[in-house]
């Protein structure tokens, strides 16, 4: 009789940010990701050479944690998180620990996506959501073995979750989104008025 079953699992986290850590003042959040965008004026002269839309502090901020207290209490939080999907990605990390490599805002505007990426020479990316309005669109993951499929057909539309070529992974504000950082992925188009907010972040081995 023939036996099939399930090989090279992708494991995908998602949990309440507040399950680990201090509770968070959203609106408190809110106001600082506005108030540094507003000042990052090196962020801002990137954002718009490289035609990015809204704002992102990924290429001008390494330091957010030390400059808004809020920053370092949402460390605090992922550190736990991280470790526990870690745990169920049975890890071996030796002598060594999973560290936050970087950790950056976005202020998606309507219009506004960010294209198919993934994080190369990190282990753990994710993102924790801080503003999200109707329209505002899921996290798009898709299959890693797309570049290795060749010729084969497309799945039909009703195939099972886990043999989709894409699946979209729709947060709550509060959430947060862990994945390892070679899981390719993408933010559809912003269809709301309001702006789209999360935090970003990429842990690595060391």
């Not at 986290?13 to 609106?27: M, Q, V």
């Not at 209490?73 to 998180?81: G, K, N, S, T």
């Not at 709301?192 to 907010?197: G, K, L, S, V, Y």
Request: net charge negative.
């Amino acid at each position: 009789m023939a036996q099939i079953e399930s090989l090279f699992v992708t494991r995908f986290y998602r949990a309440l940010l507040s399950e680990h850590g201090k509770p968070i003042d959203n609106d408190e959040l809110i106001a600082s990701c506005y108030s540094i965008a507003e000042d990052d004026e090196a962020g801002q002269e990137w954002c718009e050479k490289e035609g990015y839309p809204g704002y992102t502090s990924y290429a001008s901020l390494t330091d957010l944690p030390w400059r808004f207290p809020i920053f370092a209490d949402i460390v605090e939080a992922l550190d736990q998180h991280v470790a526990a999907f870690a745990e169920d990605l049975a890890f071996n990390l030796e002598d060594k620990k999973l560290v936050l490599e970087d950790i950056w805002i976005n202020i998606l505007p309507e219009g506004g996506l960010h294209t198919s990426h993934l994080h190369p020479h990190s282990v753990i990316s994710g993102t924790t959501y801080v503003s999200l309005p109707d329209g505002a669109g899921a996290l798009k993951l898709e299959d890693p073995r797309s570049a290795r499929m060749m010729a084969a057909p497309a799945r039909k539309p009703d195939a099972p979750r886990e043999q989709q070529a894409f699946l979209y992974m729709k947060p709550e504000i509060g959430e947060v989104f862990l994945w390892e950082s070679w899981l390719r992925h993408e933010v559809p188009m912003n269809m709301a008025e309001d702006e789209r907010i999360s935090v970003s972040f990429n842990y690595a081995w060391a």
